[in-house]
């Protein structure tokens, strides 16, 4: 196949370029760069079967010859990120969605959309299962995340129904690993970049929201398996192991050896108490489940921040 990736030189972009090539397959990957770093796909610039081409998908989007599958994953991924560019995180949702269902339309390719468990806002049902439509402030902070991913699912549907498109929505929950960036924001990469620099770990709340950390390598083989499917409803894919933020942060004060104590702020407006996704449809259907542990994945991770610690202090 030649797939086309948007944000395809993000975290999670760039692992599934990866897992392409791996299989053989051909990449072109599309990224404005806004969160994006060429740092995470430098090793594939010498592959035959990887293009990049720096675009923002709010505009119109060309790709010459053939196109197989269109992943769409370009958006801002953190609340950092997405509090810092709200209107370009509403507009990739929108706009983007748009844009990449018509380049995937022309092409008459498969489509995959990168949706969030953020669908599910402050959820008052745990674990959320896909049925669950979700508790969401439309106006508040985070609205400008969850909104967007919302429409996109809506409008990935609406395509489907109305073209016959073979449309894919896969709903995200917490994803860990390396190539996430040091001052991302989310739980992990803070605590792990405190912990390495002997800052305090800053716990938001009382710590005992929960999360769900799934392994980077399980996600990407999960995203696979739902591309290549027939599922034509929103499918959860995450680790439904749940762990509270202290759990999280203790783990990581111990697998980093650091002397970092635990510092308490107040919660940030409509952030979830509880996320813990449901993959009964996951497992039945693709036959796929999380294999990598927590602590495997956050050991892997430490080392790779330690090295991007080193690089950046030279």
């Known amino acids: 196949m030649r797939v086309v990736i948007t944000g395809g030189a993000g975290f999670l972009g760039s692992h599934l370029s990866d897992l392409f090539i791996k299989k053989g397959h051909s990449v072109v990957a599309i990224d404005n760069l806004l969160t994006g770093d060429l740092k995470n796909i430098g090793h594939l610039f010498g592959s035959q079967k990887f293009e990049f081409i720096k675009h923002d ?4 989007v060309f790709v010459p010859g053939p196109v197989d599958a269109v992943l769409h994953f370009a958006s801002p991924a ?130 005992q929201q929960t999360r769900s950390f799934c392994y980077v390598t399980d996600l990407v083989e999960g995203l696979y ?50 996320r813990r996704p449901d993959i009964t449809i996951a497992k039945t259907k693709l036959h796929w489940e999380p294999k990598v542990q927590l602590v495997e994945g956050l050991r892997e991770t430490i080392t790779y921040f330690r090295k991007s610690l080193l690089k950046r202090n030279k």
Request: glycine content about 8%; hydrophobic content about 35%.
């Open 57 to 60: 998908v709010t505009n119109y």
């Open 78 to 207: 953190s609340p950092q990120d997405y509090l810092e560019y709200p209107i370009p995180t509403l507009k990739v949702g929108a706009l983007g969605t748009h844009k990449a269902l018509g380049l995937a339309k022309e092409k008459k390719a498969r489509f995959l959309l990168a949706s969030t468990s953020e669908v599910y806002g402050d959820p008052t049902v745990n674990p959320q299962p896909e049925s669950y439509w979700g508790n969401v402030n439309p106006v508040g902070p985070r609205g400008v995340y969850d909104e967007a991913k919302r429409f996109a699912e809506a409008m990935a549907m609406a395509y489907q129904r109305y073209h016959g498109m073979k449309v894919r929505i896969v709903r995200i929950f917490n994803t860990f690993g390396p190539r996430m960036r040091l001052n991302d924001g989310r739980a992990i990469p803070n605590f792990i970049s405190q912990a390495l620099t002997g800052k305090p770990l800053t716990m938001y709340g009382n710590g």
């Open 225 to 274: 398996k739902l591309l290549m499917s027939d599922i034509k409803t929103p499918v959860n894919i995450g680790n439904p192991e749940e762990r509270t933020l202290l759990e999280l942060a203790k783990m990581i004060q111990g697998l980093t050896k650091t002397k970092s104590k635990i510092i308490f702020k107040d919660l940030p407006q409509d952030d979830p108490r509880i």
